[in-house]
T-cell receptor, first 115, second 112 residues
Framework: DAGVIQSPRHEVTEMGQEVTLRCKPI?????LFWYRQTMMRGLELLIYFNNNVPIDDSGMPEDRFSAKMPNASFSTLKIQPSEPRDSAVYFCASSLQTGQNTEAFFGQGTRLTVV | GENVEQHPSTLSVQEGDSAVIKCTYS??????FPWYKQELGKRPQLIIDIRSNVGEKKDQRIAVTLNKTAKHFSLHITETQPEDSAVYFCAAKWGGGNKLTFGTGTQLKVEL
């Protein structure tokens, strides 16, 4: 398996534009997480899904952020409109939740710069 | 919700010395505590984890200890090497869900 795949790796956009980040979890995993990493706030959980259903989106900062998981192999995180303070590295992670706690595998991340 | 505090934020040691990073958590129902290592420009990767029914776990030069009563857990790296230089994150997972909350990270620098 190629692991968790995120695209794009880098994104530079102008303030006000819509940004869509994409994630393909590891095949067979049933939990998917979106994290945001900044120097000031570290790794923040934005939202996570179990079996394609959003379970906890309390970390989503504002209504400008939305996430979907239309099927078990794909998820998107959208920011509309984007702002300079959204600049960060966004990580997607997946894990297999079987009743025991298991490892979350991270993707390579998307470095977002909003100018 | 769960809150995880991590100390220190930066740690510098001489090669061969030991390094200790400490974390505390707030939710007594947390039952899974992984540690991740993140090298510069790369993704976080699991290096060791411990479950709440275990007090200590060791893997070569890395060990983790858990004190459930005090709600804190620690990462111990012995005989540090330059390649151990990275940011280390502790995390805690609440047993009732799958939410993994991370500490703020420790920048470890191993000097020659």
């Amino acid at each position: 398996d190629a692991g968790v795949i995120q695209s794009p790796r880098h994104e530079v956009t102008e303030m006000g534009q819509e940004v869509t980040l994409r994630c393909k979890p590891i095949s067979g995993h049933n939990s998917l997480f979106w994290y945001r990493q900044t120097m000031m706030r570290g790794l923040e959980l934005l939202i996570y899904f179990n079996n394609n259903v959003p379970i906890d989106d309390s970390g989503m900062p504002e209504d400008r952020f939305s996430a979907k998981m239309p099927n078990a192999s794909f998820s998107t995180l959208k920011i509309q409109p984007s702002e300079p303070r959204d600049s960060a590295v966004y990580f997607c992670a997946s894990s297999l939740q079987t009743g025991q706690n298991t490892e979350a595998f991270f993707g390579q991340g998307t470095r977002l710069t909003v100018v | 919700g769960e809150n995880v505090e991590q100390h220190p934020s930066t740690l510098s040691v001489q090669e061969g010395d030991s390094a200790v990073i400490k974390c505390t958590y707030s939710d007594s129902a947390s039952n899974y505590f992984p540690w991740y290592k993140q090298e510069l420009g790369k993704r976080p990767q699991l290096i060791i984890d411990i479950r709440s029914n275990v007090g200590e776990k060791k893997d070569q030069r890395i060990a983790v200890t858990l004190n459930k009563t005090a709600k804190h857990f620690s990462l111990h790296i012995t005989e540090t090497q330059p390649e151990d230089s990275a940011v280390y994150f502790c995390a805690a997972k609440w047993g009732g869900g799958n939410k993994l909350t991370f500490g703020t990270g420790t920048q470890l620098k191993v000097e020659l």
